[in-house]
């Protein structure tokens, strides 16, 4: 019998007490480890992107496959059709093919591979109850999930709702329970006395955990599965809260909001089997045994061989293209550093070729500042680091200097009061209608400049950003001199840029400057929490070109020379347009800055071109206007190709890819081992930025594979909802991926869906020493989330990473 059943009639008290205590210690685990499945999902304003397989990286990749099937209903192959086609095109061949099938020791043969039948069928994800009432009772498909979904909206609703929910201050469970008693759709539906059936579980979150849990009848063994598929089946929801949850883990205080839409899912379904047909309730009595099995699944290693035949494919031509190249002599007339996103990589290739002076670097497009960047017209703060960590500091916008910083602000509070006014009336759930009726006529003149003469979209913030120290309203801000001595000293030597400063380094943040676009964000710096990176570019620039930090700087050994200046930019993505912050120009600067102006607009000219192509925009007079006007189109549901395409990662010398064409597909992170005696800047790319970009890739991933689980589907049907996500259609679950439109042309795949391959110059025994000092990282290596190779000083491929912290020194078979 099922510990978690047992009610201990006849045994000792003491040994009633153990298995009840183990009985619970057995289901706090399960909730544990299921809530821990679940991937965080940022909200539109701040999209970034995730893994959707996050809680699964202790797994091995191909025993992800049936547990992602099983249980979130997700496809995490593409069809074999794809790689048929890769094969016709010649981008896989027959040796990759049998370099792949080496590697998983498999003894087939390539022809075998290429000769397998058919496609093998995915299986549907195992029942919850509510299903099986669909199924064999005929109630409406998804009833409990969407009204749940629905209720989440209103929960959690940010400002589109205009009346206050009721319930809302209490716990998200308990407002729910409370809420479902008086809600009598189920039972219109067919649900017949459910929330009489719902009233006799617990008010309380873990104890309905526990009677939900014991009403199902689940064995022990099948716990984790059932609260997994409980909470996929409403996996944007559940993404959501989770990331609530995560921040509020950041913040150093305590958060339990996943836990409570569990047991608001265990609830449903347990009420759903007190109240359903004995057919549905002896069905699931053999359903409920299942989810104690293991994930059956067809065979899959045919299509595990073809996808890591296109991935071997890929990094030998990466692999042969790499290589130590001539850099200009002598001092460089400028640097500038770009984000690794790996849409930059079009662009320095694009600056390099026009200004052959001109050394170009990759970091994090937060430049290190973690900060809090606190608006200046007010609003909500907004975080500007990665959302793997919390921001240290907080820093406040300002106005330039000589102007009237009371009547400034005063105006600005003004204007942004108005202007969240008039957008709550034009969203609101209320308002929505009487906006149309009353203004929908007088808004005709301004549509028809929208859809025929688009402005260009707000990119630049007003407001720069001040590293001043300050008390005021928002509290204590900005950063001392021996933080700032500190953060620029971390910065520099992370970007391997200590020795060698040219007369100006620019340090260029990113945004997309795009229109009508909920996934905005998502166009914009991760790095950067999902905002564009100009204020972390201002930010580090002040800092590195304060006279004490540089002072400080020279007694630690980074000696900054006296005519370099640092100036902060701004590369908008869309249009390939970077703007330059050169405020407080030093004297004797003046020429430079406008000959690097000019080299970064024939800079954009050149990766406008060589992005059209991927746009389908021909060649001739008219490219640059219409790349430009994709962004300010309000109907244009492809700006830009954002991250498409991204399948690699470098931390190496600029001088081993300069020159190289990567085609956009690679985030290039500048990294010299020589001067990294320690391993520090070794560790800090592999567990930051590499999580990151492996974050980014198999967000990408699973939206291309399946678009309509982990995507969010066809964005011309979306919904904006709460102002958080988006739904399809007029309800249901929160979409937790990329939009279709974003990975597909609407004829081809144009993301490949490749698992990131990293490529690291630095020794094996300095990669490994990170591996073992970090089980994450090492279980994305060991498990095959990710390929971790080793190169030389020269620039070639000397090792694969096999798992283990064992390595091969023939990496490509």
């Not at 998804?142 to 959690?156: E, F, P």
């Not at 104690?292 to 296109?310: N, T």
């Not at 170009?360 to 990665?386: D, H, I, M, S």
């Amino acid at each position: 019998m099922d510990a978690l059943n047992m009610t201990g009639r006849g045994l000792d008290p003491v040994i009633q007490a153990d298995l009840a205590g183990a009985a619970e210690a057995a289901l706090r685990r399960a909730v544990a480890a299921a809530t821990a499945r679940i991937a965080p999902l940022w909200p539109l304003d701040s999209f970034v992107a995730v893994n959707p397989f996050l809680g699964l990286a202790d797994l091995p990749f191909a025993a992800a496959v049936p547990v992602m099937a099983q249980l979130a209903g997700a496809r995490m192959l593409m069809p074999r059709r794809h790689w048929h086609e890769a094969l016709t095109a010649g981008r896989i061949d027959r040796a990759d093919i049998a370099a792949a099938l080496a590697r998983r020791g498999d003894g087939r043969s390539p022809e075998a591979i290429l000769g397998a039948g058919g496609e093998p069928a995915w299986p549907a994800p195992l029942p919850l109850v509510s299903d099986l009432l669909a199924a064999d009772a005929g109630l409406p498909p998804r009833l409990l999930a969407d009204r749940i979904a629905q209720w989440c909206a209103a929960y959690c609703d940010a400002g589109q709702a205009a009346w206050p929910m009721p319930w809302r201050d209490r716990p998200l469970y308990a407002a729910w329970r409370a809420a479902a008693l008086v809600d009598r759709g189920p039972e219109r539906a067919g649900l017949a006395g459910f929330r009489a059936a719902l009233a006799d579980l617990p008010a309380e979150r873990g104890a309905a955990i526990r009677a939900a849990c014991a009403a199902l009848g689940v064995p022990e063994a099948g716990l984790v599965a059932l609260m997994h598929r409980a909470l996929a089946d409403l996996a944007g929801w559940a993404g959501y809260l989770g990331q609530r949850d995560w921040q509020a883990r950041l913040a150093g205080s305590a958060s339990a909001e996943l836990e409570e839409l569990l047991a608001v899912r265990l609830a449903a379904e347990a009420a759903a089997l007190a109240c359903a047909p004995a057919a549905v309730r002896e069905r699931w009595q053999a359903v409920a045994h299942r989810y104690a099995a293991s994930a059956p699944d067809a065979d899959r290693s045919v299509d595990l061989i073809l996808l890591e035949a296109a991935e071997i494919a890929f990094q030998r031509r990466l692999a042969r293209g790499l290589g130590r190249r001539e850099v200009p002599p002598g001092r460089a007339e400028a640097q500038a550093v770009f984000c690794i996103d790996v849409r930059s990589e079009v662009f320095r290739r694009a600056l390099e070729a026009a200004a052959p002076g001109v050394e170009t670097l990759g970091f994090a497009g937060f430049f290190g500042f973690a900060v809090e960047v606190v608006p200046f017209a007010g609003g909500r703060p907004r975080a500007q680091c990665p959302v793997l960590l919390a921001p240290s500091v907080r820093i406040c916008e300002t106005v330039a200097a000589g102007t009237d910083e009371a009547a400034a602000r005063a105006r600005a509070g003004l204007g942004q009061r108005l202007r969240s006014a008039w957008a709550a009336f034009r969203s609101g759930i209320v308002s929505t209608f009487p906006f149309v009726e009353s203004l929908g006529a007088a808004y005709g003149a301004k549509l028809a400049r929208a859809a025929f003469a688009p402005p260009a979209p707000a990119l630049l913030a007003e407001h720069a950003p001040t590293i001043a120290p300050a008390i005021g309203p928002h509290g204590r801000s900005g950063l001392a001199t021996a933080a700032r001595i500190d953060a620029a000293e971390a910065v520099l030597r992370a970007m391997s840029l200590t020795e060698g400063f040219a007369p100006i380094v620019l340090l260029i943040g990113h945004g997309a400057g795009t229109t009508n676009n909920p996934h905005a964000a998502a166009l914009d710096c991760g790095a950067c929490g999902g905002h564009t990176g100009e204020a972390n570019a201002r930010i580090a620039a002040a800092v590195l070109n304060d006279p004490a930090v540089r002072a400080g700087l020279a007694g630690r050994g980074i000696a900054i020379p006296e005519d370099t200046w640092f100036v902060a930019g701004l590369h908008d993505t869309t249009t390939d347009d970077v703007t330059l912050f050169a405020d407080g120009l030093p004297a004797g600067h003046a020429a430079r800055i406008a000959r690097l102006r000019a080299a970064l607009a024939e800079a954009g000219a050149r990766a406008r071109a060589e992005r059209a192509r991927a746009l389908g925009i021909g060649a001739g007079p008219g490219l640059d206007r219409a790349v430009r006007r994709r962004g300010r189109d309000w109907a244009e549901v492809r700006p830009e190709w954002g991250l498409a395409g991204n399948a690699a990662f470098i931390a190496a010398p600029r001088a081993l890819t300069r020159g190289l064409a990567l085609d956009g597909r690679v985030f290039l992170h500048s990294y010299d081992h020589r001067a990294d005696r320690d391993g520090s800047v070794l560790e800090l790319i592999l567990t930051a930025p590499v999580i990151v970009a492996s974050w980014i890739n198999l967000q990408y991933y699973g939206s291309t594979v399946d678009n309509a689980v982990l995507g969010s589907g066809d964005k011309v049907l979306h919904n904006v909802t709460g102002r958080i996500g988006v739904v399809v259609g007029n309800g249901g679950d929160l979409r937790p991926g990329l939009p279709f439109q974003s990975v597909h042309d609407g004829v081809r795949v144009m993301h490949e869906p490749l698992r990131l391959s990293v490529f690291v110059s630095a020794p094996v025994a300095a990669i490994d020493a990170v591996l073992a000092k970090h089980d994450g990282l090492r279980a994305l290596a060991d498990n095959g989330w990710l390929h971790l190779f080793a190169l030389d000083d020269a620039g070639a491929v000397v090792a694969r990473y096999r798992g283990g912290l064992a390595w091969e020194t023939r990496p490509f078979g």
